[in-house]
């Protein structure tokens, strides 16, 4: 549910943009709100879930998303709408933080592999579906209609849960909750997507600070913290764990508002309307689905590493040739191009997944999915991030018009000048520890 609204929304901002009167910076925070809650909220959760139960956390979290689904669906004004989104993210953090771990702790270590990629490709299959059913639904009905799609599968979700998977998970020896850790991580993670949101102007800068100076004292009481909800020497330890987290973070920042552009770009510039814009999406992450599945079942009989380091390579590879774009690009070419980025990233995210939660003992299985799934929802967040921050230098509060499309333009070509630096240090990062670790195999 959380992949298909993310990717429905995507194809229908251009139409709730122009219902609403909305600039790109404002239509950008519809994908962002989402992002900024789960990177806040997905650490705290997977912890949580240690203590009290992955199931348990995961259940309340399917229940959010009801909640702001139905909130959405009857926002009467942006606000609204970008407030339920940062509610359906905070839904999103107790299922993020949870779904890798139950996979984890209910198979063997030579299934897990396969287990992920199968758990991601029915994300992607998800996000495909938005794509398509989003589209149509936005064309022949309404973008509202988008989200009251998903409450009855909702609560179906919640039935099969507890109707079909027995018992729960509560590994954790630590049994206190630290409520200041998690305090302090929601706040350091909010100021910092919003600072990076909103350079280079004073609020930016300002937010930037308080981010950084809330991160230092978050660090400080997680080493003091009884039962922290990170333990902070362990990434000061365990060098692989740390690294590999890191190279998901920089992917995701290089990578996912991609999709968020090319949507923008192929319905602006190029003239497709939501149901063209939604199918072909649709297609490429079916495609992109398949490679996830063969690359989690790769990286059960190849070091996982490897396989993560042609993901960033391709993702390189897809991104160089977007600098250039321009209103006559071959759409053959975007095609192709947006193809090859999705299918690096599914040769990248089921071997990572596993490297990071490998090098974690049983007990720890919560907070290592939930930390991988944080990195990538905080990559996700800077990404979008780094389009608001082109977006209001080229564009300032201005729609994108025919007048306006040279600056939007030029925009993309910075904006992916800047994701290929991103994916360059992230393939740099994956190969190095994986030639110098033995953790990750």
């Keep these: 549910m959380a992949p298909f609204m993310v990717s429905g929304l995507i194809v229908a901002i251009p139409t709730i943009g122009y219902e609403f009167s909305m600039d790109p910076v404002a239509q950008s925070w519809l994908a962002t709100a989402f992002f900024l809650a789960a990177a806040m909220f997905l650490i705290p959760f997977g912890r949580i879930s240690d203590l009290l139960g992955v199931k348990r956390i995961f259940s309340v979290g399917i229940g959010i998303f009801f909640i702001s689904a139905l909130l959405a669906s009857l926002a009467p004004n942006p606000s609204v709408l970008i407030a339920a989104r940062f509610l359906a993210g905070m839904g999103a953090a107790m299922v993020f933080g949870t779904s ?20 991601i490709a029915a994300n992607l299959l998800g996000f495909a579906l938005g794509f398509l059913i989003g589209g149509y639904l936005t064309h022949y009905l309404t973008w509202r209609a988008l989200f009251a799609a998903t409450l009855p599968i909702d609560l179906l979700v919640i039935a099969l849960l507890h109707l079909k998977l027995p018992g729960d998970y509560a590994l954790s020896k630590c049994k206190g909750i630290d409520l200041a850790g998690t305090v302090l991580c929601a706040v350091m993670l909010f100021f910092i997507v ?21 991160l230092i004292a978050f660090s400080f009481w997680e080493m003091r913290a009884p039962c922290p909800i990170v333990d902070v020497r362990l990434f000061l330890k365990n060098r692989a764990f740390a690294l590999f987290n ?34 072909t999406f649709a297609a490429l992450t079916l495609v992109m689905a398949f490679f996830v599945i063969y690359a989690g079942r790769l990286s059960d009989r190849i070091r996982p590493a490897h396989i993560a380091a042609v993901g960033a390579a391709m993702t390189s590879v897809g991104l160089f040739p977007l ?3 321009s209103t006559t690009t071959p759409i053959e070419l975007v095609i192709s191009e947006s193809t090859l980025l999705l299918v690096g990233g599914a040769f990248f995210q089921p071997p990572i997944v596993k490297c990071v939660i490998g090098s974690l003992g049983r007990d720890m299985y919560g907070l290592g999915g939930g930390l991988a799934e944080m990195m990538r929802l ?6 979008m991030a780094v389009v608001i921050v082109f977006f209001t230098l080229y564009l300032g509060g201005w729609e994108i ?3 306006s499309h040279p600056a939007f333009i030029e925009s993309l070509r910075t904006i992916f000048a800047v994701f290929l630096v991103l994916s360059l240090s992230c393939l740099a990062i994956v190969v190095l520890v994986g030639r110098s670790e033995d953790r990750c195999v």
């Design 194 to 214: 919003v600072g990076l949101s909103e350079l280079p102007g004073l609020l930016g800068i300002s937010a930037l600070l308080i981010g950084l100076i809330t």
């Design 100 to 119: 890798f771990a139950i996979l984890s702790l209910s198979l063997p270590e030579g299934e897990r592999g396969r287990a992920l990629g199968m758990n």
């Design 246 to 279: 890191l190279s998901i973070l920089i992917y995701f920042a290089s990578s996912f508002a991609s999709i968020f552009l090319f949507s923008l770009y192929l319905q602006y510039i190029r003239g497709f309307d939501e149901r063209s814009a939604g199918v």
């Design 378 to 383: 905080a990559g996700q967040t800077v990404s």
């Design 323 to 325: 600098m250039f774009i």
């Design 401 to 403: 018009l025919p007048e």
